[in-house]
């Protein structure tokens, strides 16, 4: 039987609201008959009351245990249900064959996402987007996440750093036999185990730091930052807010696919990333 492609979102308890709109508004866009939308969590009671309202939603249970042992992701607006989705092309190993991982805080304003299920990966494990904070924001906590990532040591001034290849972990699309043949599981787990640093952005880092170059990069317009870059109504956009996803306002520029949420204590870093004014 030929294995399907999932979207996927993690949520605790917190999270399972949101989770469960997100998975509502990609069912009702979704154009595809192989593709399921799961949502992977740890509430006990949300997946019953949500099967109540559409009985067409997929769940993994995710048990809180799984995550002893794992580092806390430092930053407050994060988590430690967020490194559920580095598993997940081992638990649907069997029956996905392309992974499509969503945060809880993307709204997607088109079905043009679903088409990055034919995309030609070249057998690279994972296709996502370029950091524009991480990458491009020179300070000293994008700093050190860059250097553990990508392994290479930056001057006192960013330099040699500026624009690295470091991919944001909020979209991340899955070759699940690719993901699985490289070990990258493992080799997450074994940094994680070693525990030599301590990040912000921790989950996002590893997953960098295991696939190094060996992954394809996606358009910004499949993970654009809601009030902080212009641009018209993208695919797929980061709210301010996962629980109130009012539409963004429409602006002049390439047309995106995915909004995502930007706090709004960001810095802005006034960089142009090709037809992208980045100020988040």
């Given amino acids: ?18 989770a469960v709109f997100l998975a509502e508004r990609l069912r009702r866009l979704n154009p595809r008959a192989d593709v399921d939308i799961i949502i992977a969590t740890s509430s ?24 002893d042992g794992l580092p806390p992701v430092a930053a407050g607006h994060i988590t430690r249900a967020t490194y559920f989705r580095l598993f997940l092309p081992r638990l649907l190993a069997r029956t996905h064959s392309r992974i499509l991982y969503l945060d809880v805080d993307v709204y997607p304003e ?3 996402l679903f088409g990055l299920f ?8 994972v296709a996502a987007i370029r950091d524009l904070v991480v990458s491009f924001v020179a300070n000293a906590y994008n700093k050190a996440e860059l250097e553990d990532a990508i392994g290479l040591k930056g001057g006192t001034n960013f330099d040699g750093l500026f624009g690295a290849p ?16 490289a070990k990258v599981e493992k080799k997450i787990m074994d940094r ?20 190094k170059d060996n992954w394809l990069e996606l358009s ?4 654009m930052v809601s009030g902080r870059c212009r641009h018209s109504l993208p695919p797929l956009c980061r709210r301010r807010s996962p629980i109130s996803p009012a539409p963004p306002s429409r602006g002049t520029g390439i047309s995106p696919s995915i909004i995502r ?18 100020s988040r």
């Fill in 1 to 18: 039987m030929p294995r399907r492609n999932a979207v996927a979102i993690v949520a605790d308890e917190r999270q399972f609201p949101p």
């Fill in 44 to 67: 006990l009671t949300g997946p019953e009351q949500a099967r109540a309202v559409d009985p067409a939603l997929g769940f993994i249970k995710i048990s809180e245990a799984d995550f």
């Fill in 110 to 112: 088109s079905a043009a």
């Fill in 118 to 125: 034919d995309l030609d990966m070249g057998g690279r494990p």
């Fill in 166 to 181: 470091y991919f944001n972990g909020g979209v991340e699309l899955f070759d699940v036999d690719a993901y699985v043949r």
């Fill in 192 to 211: 994680l185990r070693r525990g030599r640093h301590k990040h912000a952005l921790m989950d996002q880092t590893v997953l960098n730091a295991a696939v």
């Fill in 220 to 223: 910004p317009r499949f993970n």
């Fill in 261 to 278: 949420c930007a706090p709004k204590s960001a810095p802005s870093c006034g960089h142009r990333h090709g037809r992208t004014t980045c």
